[in-house]
């Protein structure tokens, strides 16, 4: 039994919640998104047209880049002007060559491509305060400054506008370039970063660096650098052999945003800070061993789409602590959209769940389930084999209902009571298979795909298949 009260509004769901994150590395930008005008595949301007015809289709509103740990190394300064003319770099992060074909103008065009916004982690590694306020005047001010003007030299009249700002990526770990020994160091370049970046454009909005595991650095980063940033940012890589351990996951993704946001709130109760600060959970995905460098790359099954559904309504679910989401990565490295050099692509069955889900609506509706469960014994705990997100459309014509069945073998036939709304029409689409490890393969490419339902008259009860994930669009 499934409940659903239309009436009870629970908070404004972000449509940035369903982001996507590139970065150069692998494949992704060389060869993903980026091959070059000269490709014998077909492409608008360099940019591959498939990859981003699929893109398009999931309507990410929000894409973060460069990186990553690349972010750390990375002088946007090498990214622009005529292509022929930019510097081949030895990337540090990964020991790569970055030829720096794909920089910032590249970036928004593809952006615009595909119907986004830009996200910009600024290279607060081995970086400046003074070259991250570069990269604000280039991309944000109008003219009659040095980088603004460059701008306008190589093609771009118009500024970017950019709203989204990264201040560095990771810096808490070791293997970061020109990574923070604790948190207070972090929260002292923050500053330094975020006040060069604010005096060039007041109106950005700025993430800071937090982690995942180590709350005392999240404190530190809004105790003193708080009132300099929006959002603090998060990164979580799952890897579970046992199905149900996977799919658990929820419960590490709850913890994680209810500790943080906590110590957020303790923070910023200390350090008297007005503003709002929320989650931006900017990595996230399952991460299997064979993604090894320097690729990194997968190919993902039914399971990890179960993972990934689930995983979006927690982020649903909290949406009032989770402002900001990013799926890592959109292309080749971790993928959801898999390409190769022959001109063929392939997409994953996160994919999928990636286009079930940007079909929401704008408001977070009460929703409970009352049904079979299973003990986790990760977690110590009892968890429903259904899970459920449901959301409301903004003139509240349409209810979406993000349901996922865990169950690795049982069907279920789920009474759902809606209260507040009367719907009269179901539409139902949904992911299955018969195994759990069923994928799409170079050889077998359309093994999993969406169901679409033809829509009915609602009765109050629908059949929801098992290990699949689903949405139901009532309308009235
Ligand atoms: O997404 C791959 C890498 O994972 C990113 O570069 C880094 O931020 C994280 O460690
Ligand atoms: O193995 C890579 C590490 O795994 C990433 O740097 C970290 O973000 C992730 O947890």
Not at 8 to 34: M, N, P, T, V
Not at 51 to 65: D, S
Not at 214 to 226: I, L, P
Request: charged share 25%.
């Amino acid at each position: 039994m499934i409940i659903i009260d239309a009436n009870r509004i629970l908070s404004s769901i972000d449509s940035r919640i369903y982001g996507q994150f590139i970065e150069h590395l692998g494949k992704c930008i060389y060869g993903g998104i980026w091959v070059g005008e000269n490709s014998k595949i077909s492409n608008i301007k360099g940019f591959r047209k498939d990859v981003v015809e699929y893109v398009k289709a999931i309507k990410p509103a929000i894409v973060r880049w460069p990186g990553g740990n690349f972010a750390s190394g990375y002088h946007f300064i090498d990214g622009i002007g005529p292509r022929n003319k930019r510097p081949i770099k030895l990337d540090l992060a990964w020991n790569e060559y970055e030829s720096n074909n794909f920089g910032t103008d590249e970036f928004i065009e593809w952006i615009r491509l595909i119907g986004s916004q830009p996200y910009i982690v600024v290279n607060a590694g081995n970086g400046s305060p003074e070259e991250a306020a570069h990269w604000v005047e280039y991309t944000n001010r109008i003219d009659g400054t040095y980088y603004a003007d460059l701008r306008r030299k190589y093609g771009h009249k118009e500024p970017y506008n950019v709203k989204l700002w990264g201040i560095g990526n990771e810096l808490y770990g070791e293997w970061q370039i020109g990574f923070c020994v604790d948190g207070r160091e972090c929260a002292r370049r923050t500053i330094e970063f975020a006040n060069e970046m604010k005096k060039v454009d007041g109106s950005i909005e700025l993430v800071g660096v937090g982690t995942d595991f180590n709350q005392r650095w999240n404190y530190d980063m809004v105790r003193y650098a708080g009132k300099y940033i929006d959002y603090l940012s998060i990164h979580t890589y799952v890897y579970e052999r046992n199905y149900l351990d996977l799919v658990s996951c929820t419960e590490l993704f709850e913890k994680r945003i209810l500790k943080t946001f906590f110590t957020i709130e303790e923070a910023r109760r200390d350090g008297k800070i007005d503003r709002n600060i929320r989650i931006a959970y900017d990595e996230w995905n399952v991460w299997y061993p064979d993604a090894k460098p320097p690729e990194h790359t997968q190919i993902t099954s039914l399971k990890d789409a179960i993972f990934t559904a689930l995983v979006l309504n927690v982020f649903e679910k909290y949406s009032e602590m989770v402002a900001i989401a990013n799926f890592a990565q959109t292309v080749n490295v971790l993928p959801l959209i898999l390409t190769k050099d022959d001109g063929s692509i392939l997409l994953s069955p996160q994919y999928f769940v990636f286009k079930l889900y940007v079909q929401h609506g704008s408001k977070l509706i009460y929703s409970i389930v009352d049904g079979e469960a299973y003990f986790s014994r990760k977690f110590g705990k009892w968890l429903n084999f259904i899970d459920v997100s449901a959301s409301i459309s903004e003139d509240r014509n349409k209810i979406y209902i993000h349901l996922v069945n865990r169950n690795p073998v049982e069907a279920y036939s789920c009474r759902i009571n809606v209260r507040g709304f009367i719907p009269k029409i179901v539409k139902h689409s949904y992911i299955t298979s018969e195994n759990l490890d069923d994928k799409n393969t170079w050889k077998d490419p359309d093994k999993i795909f969406i169901v679409e339902r033809k829509p009915k008259k609602w009765r109050g009860e629908i059949t929801i298949p098992s290990k699949s994930v689903n949405l139901l669009t009532l309308l009235s």
